[in-house]
């Protein structure tokens, strides 16, 4: 009844930008924290960022200066604008929001995940 679609990803070259986009839809009646979080291969899933319903931000170390998290509350949409993108950058991107449903519950969700390569 919540999905999460993921767009944005691709290829770009080291330095470059990417703008990953999140929207939430379906029986949704608040959304608490949104946030971005990634895996590469071989690798545990890691946060990248986050951002409250206050949209107050919080970012891993290494993307500090890097990465931009925001979020539109009335399109239910999460953001992220990555640039001065690295090699080490590439994963796939996972989107993950908290929400509370009209029934009451507050569940995590996930969407499918977008991948995100960086290489000359």
């Known amino acids: 009844q919540v999905q999460l679609v993921e767009s944005g990803g691709g290829l770009v070259q080291p330095g470059g930008s990417l703008r990953l986009s999140c929207a939430a839809s379906?029986?949704?009646?608040?959304?608490?924290?949104m946030g971005w979080y990634r895996q590469a291969p071989g690798n545990q899933r890691e946060l990248v960022a986050t951002?409250?319903?206050?949209?107050?931000?919080h970012y891993a170390d290494s993307v500090k200066g890097r990465f931009t998290i925001s979020r539109d509350n009335a399109k239910k949409t999460v953001y992220l604008q990555m640039n001065s993108l690295k090699p080490e950058d590439t994963a796939v991107y996972y989107c993950?929001?908290?929400?509370?449903?009209?029934?009451?519950?507050?569940?995590?969700?996930w969407g499918q995940g977008t991948q995100v390569t960086v290489s000359s």
């Open positions: 951002i409250m319903s206050d949209y107050t931000p």
């Open positions: 993950n929001a908290n929400i509370r449903t009209w029934r009451g519950q507050i569940y995590d969700y």
């Open positions: 379906g029986s949704i009646f608040g959304i608490n924290a």
